[in-house]
């Protein structure tokens, strides 16, 4: 019998200490941010999308070398004398083309292992984290400044250059032997 | 009275009980079911620190609206293996039950849907319904949840029907009558002739009957709130266990009519609470309209405070289902069987030796 009413005195107490605490709870500020209106911040050092500042690359593949997952690919063509590409920031003079920077942002684990090794502090992380799409393919991101025809032209140039030099060279030896061949009958 | 009114005005009573039985189901029933929803994403949300609907209109205002439109735009699903005719009908059936319980409920003093001598008797009674359009629900589904939701509905409702009917009981001894707009009447004056200050009896009796009052109103709100189905007595939809009991297999407006039959049950049962012990239409203060002779203004008062009264129990409604875990079967029988039961009888016991005073 004691029991009993003991347990109706529980269950009502109980609740009124329930509801009071549920009350307490209408009047707190509520916790929750309106996402995409506003945004929560940030840790100070955040990992996010990647951003490469061409104008300071000079196509040393570090980052690629740095890179667990293999998503930066790098291909860089070497300049013809006659160009300058001038300085980077910090004063390094650029000796490459490069004329391919893609990183497939849907294989970055966030590492920022490519930021450290970089000399010219060119990659780095930036405060981007929306960055969805509807195709994977779009995920690749293309930093280069250069447009399709110029890379070409760069590689061309190169090839060009390159075969111009060996003819050069071939000349070069030809005339070199021809000169040999010509002292040793000289001596004879 | 609005009958009568509808009656001059079209000049046949068939039409003018239809355009008065449909009064408080469009002025009424469907906005507060919209507002109500809102308020109880909005409180809820509240009372666990966060926003609740922010995004349609300021603060979310619109929400229901874009639900409801949803809801309409949605396919009606009728799986192969239900049973099409009960399976249409039972939303129906559980609309119209509870939707027939505002019959006779007296919203104003000049508005009464259908002023009957056994109005309260009527709405317990019509309520029945409800309970057969669930056990409906629940079997034409052909889905073991929807039939375990159904069936722990029924148990639950026909178990708690019990300590309400005698809570019934025992205003009925005291006041003599199961008109509800007389029993509202014989509340009239201030707040304390309602109900549960003891009424408008003379003498010790009144002081007497107070603590037995507020047990009264304790056994049969809690007994309504599981008539009704809300936490802590919502074991028939026990999202955990259930998936949504016996409205699981419904979709689109079918879904929405249970939806609306919950809410209007809410305020249902609220209203025959008021009814009972706070004084139904009655104002707590006096009228305004009394005092500055706009008689034309006391109707529109009596509403304004029927509805006050009655959105305030379902706001507490509210507040105790997001304070408190559901209960287990078991549990909630003990709760109908061991205590509200008996306690009921007790006090109707009690009541009628007091008013034998």
Redesign the interface.
Known sequence: MKEYFNNIYLALSTIFIGMSVTFKHLFVPAVTIQYPSVKPQLPTRERNRLYVNMDDCIGCLQCARACPVNCIEIETVKKIPDEDLGLTSNGKKKALWVTKFDIDIAKCCYCELCVFPCPTDCIYMTDVYEFSEFERGNLIYDFVTLTGEERKEKNENYEKFMVEKAAQKEAELKAKANENKDNSQDKK | MIFDFFAKLTGSEILASIISALLPLFLFILPFALIAVLLERK?S???????GP?RVGYHGLLQTIADILKLIQKEDIVADSNDKTLFNIAPLLVFAGSYAAFAAIPFTSSYIGSNINLGLFFIIGISGIVVIGILMAGWASNNKYTLLGAMRCVAQMISFEIPTLMVVVTILMVTGTLNLNELTEIQSGFFWNWMIFGGAVPGIAKILLIPFMIIAFGVIYISTLAEVNRTPFDIPEAESELVSGYHTEYSGMKFAMFYLAEYANMFAVSAIVVILFFGGYQSPVGYLGNSIGLHWLIPIEQLFWFTFKGVGFVLLQM??R???PRLRVDQLMAVCWK?LIP?AFVNLLIVGLITLI
């Open positions: 409180v949300a509240h009372m666990q620190d966060r926003l922010m507040w105790l997001w304070t408190l205590y306690i």
